[in-house]
């Protein structure tokens, strides 16, 4: 199957910056959809950007301009650059890929374990 691993989360302070990586592995035909949610204490997990095996991307109207999505597809690999960091973006941050393994073909969405990202003030 699909294993998604993150890395990269950690603490820092407010205006900083943090770089998340997720690597895909496994035995992996193809990967459509790559994104990055969230989830604070006490609120529903939210999608925070996304990227198509294309390239194109979209993003949570709070994190726009200051958070960044790219892929390799080389790499099967997702980052995410955050900068200028806020306190509200203290969270779990999810890997989440839309792929198809060689097992069936089908495409399946994917998550990683979660990094915490905690941003103090």
């Known amino acids: 199957q699909v294993q998604l691993v993150e890395s990269g989360g950690g603490l820092v302070q407010a205006g900083g910056s943090l770089r998340l990586a997720c690597a895909a592995s496994?035995?992996?035909?193809?990967?459509?959809?790559m994104a990055w949610y969230r989830q604070a204490p006490g609120k529903q997990r939210e999608l925070v950007a996304i990227?198509?095996?294309?390239?194109?991307?979209d993003y949570l109207d709070s994190v726009k301009g200051r958070f960044t999505i790219s892929r390799d597809n080389a790499k099967n690999t997702v980052f995410l650059q955050m900068n200028s960091l806020k306190p509200e973006d203290t969270a779990v941050y999810y890997c989440?890929?839309?792929?198809?393994?060689?097992?069936?073909?089908?495409?399946?969405?994917?998550w990683g374990q979660g990094t915490q990202v905690t941003v103090s003030s």
């Open positions: 496994g035995s992996i035909f193809a990967i459509n959809d």
């Open positions: 989440e890929a839309e792929a198809a393994p060689y097992s069936d073909f089908r495409t399946y969405h994917y």
């Open positions: 990227i198509s095996s294309s390239g194109g991307t």
